[in-house]
DNA sequence: TATAAATACTACTTAAAGGTAGAATTAATT
DNA sequence: AATTAATTCTACCTTTAAGTAGTATTTATA
């Protein structure tokens, strides 16, 4: 019961870079650092986070990342999509596959509250929301 | 964001077994059988649920599997902890390791709820809550 | 134009979850 | 005592997530 290793490090990648978007550029180098993520880790999850079209990257001498979009419109459930993470609809508790209308599984009444909520949190939360709480490490 | 094969398997025998429990006793090929489960994964399964002293097993011919505890006093949680798939309390969605009191992940406050709501579910549904509720497949 | 510092690509290794195979053990029945 | 049908044990195989290594590419600057 927990979002994937590759979320978890993006979210918190993502959340600092909004914390420090009024600076130019971060590297790579720099992100691993403060953020204890395993460099070259690191650089394959914005490689992914590139080619979804939320950071764009600099390459070469000086360069680095920064936001495509406003962080405002970046939402948690973005990020969680990137990395099939995302709460589906269908999804149960029990599902191992999915509950269909036929077969609803034992949980599946007690699972609609928390699954909502689940959801809610994710939708919700943009980047610039988050951006400034807690510590990022 | 999901349990374990291994839970969602084991609650759903045991659902299973609470919905017939009138039945003396169950064996694996039959369980196997009716749930779609791998035989030698589920009887993998069985055998942690043996040792863990929610079921007791009949070795030898005519031998199966029965209750051990009533399932009023068998919880959903009793049953992840066996797996270690808890939800504990210091466990936060960034968590990676765990958020402690000096350092709070960017979604710590958010997760406060959706947490306890889980906890909640699985601390509060017993076998007996959920035997005969859907179907077990 | 050479160098240095950055990202990107390809491929590999490691660790954990999920699942399988086969033999050993147990016990009721004939 | 032999047979049969059940659980249990030990060991292995497969798949996926997590992480690492090395090289290629890009670009600012001296």
């Not at 949980?107 to 928390?114: A, F, G, K, S, T």
């Amino acid at each position: 019961m927990q979002l994937s290793n590759s979320s978890q490090y993006a979210i918190r990648i993502l959340a600092y870079m909004a914390d420090n978007k009024d600076s130019k550029l971060l590297n790579a180098t720099e992100l691993a650092k403060t953020l204890y993520i395993p460099y070259k880790f690191l650089t394959k999850i914005m490689t992914e986070l590139v080619k979804s079209g939320l950071v764009v990257s600099i390459r070469g001498r000086d360069g680095g990342y920064k936001f495509e979009k406003k962080t405002s419109e970046i939402m948690v459930s973005d990020i969680l999509a990137i990395f099939n993470d995302s709460i589906k609809n269908e999804q149960c508790v029990l599902g191992i596959g999915f509950c269909n209308g036929l077969c609803k599984c034992a949980l599946h009444d007690q699972w609609v509250e928390p699954k909502h909520l689940l959801q809610k949190m994710f939708q919700e939360s943009s980047l610039e929301d988050i951006a400034g709480k807690g510590c990022k490490i």
